[in-house]
Nanobody, 124 residues
Framework: VQLVESGGDLVQAGGSLRLSCVGSVNTYNAYTMGWFRQPPGKEREFVASISWSGVNQDYADSVKGRFTISKGNAKNTVYLQMNNLKPEDAAVYYC??????????????????WGQGTRVTFSS
């Protein structure tokens, strides 16, 4: 399974971005998917996860109410809509797949496949 993220960009505080993650196989309706991020100089952290059905989501407290994870009509696509962006959201964002789970998963160690990341930076 190969994952490719896109959508990272230079943004201003209060702005919005939508990140996309496209997989190499059309079976994402059977996987739990997640988004993680790694801010500069910090460890990777959980952002959001979505169940295989798309019905259940889980979010980090820092992004609740601002970010939305969803699955696309094309079953191999997952999105992260990010609104009201803050400077502390600057990071490399990674998409991940947990092929053993059906519910949202917060632990990075549970995920089996990872993308290369897409960068979100802030303009001063």
């Amino acid at each position: 399974v190969q994952l490719v993220e896109s959508g990272g960009d230079l943004v201003q505080a209060g702005g919005s971005l939508r990140l996309s993650c496209v997989g190499s196989v059309n079976t994402y309706n059977a996987y739990t998917m997640g988004w993680f991020r790694q801010p500069p100089g910090k460890e990777r952290e959980f952002v959001a996860s979505i169940s295989w059905s798309g019905v259940n989501q889980d979010y980090a407290d820092s992004v609740k109410g601002r970010f939305t994870i969803s699955k696309g009509n094309a079953k191999n696509t997952v999105y992260l809509q990010m609104n009201n962006l803050k400077p502390e959201d600057a990071a490399v964002y990674y998409c991940a797949a947990d092929v053993h789970s059906r519910i949202p998963v917060m632990s990075a160690s549970e995920y089996d496949f990872w993308g290369q990341g897409t960068r979100v930076t802030f303009s001063s």
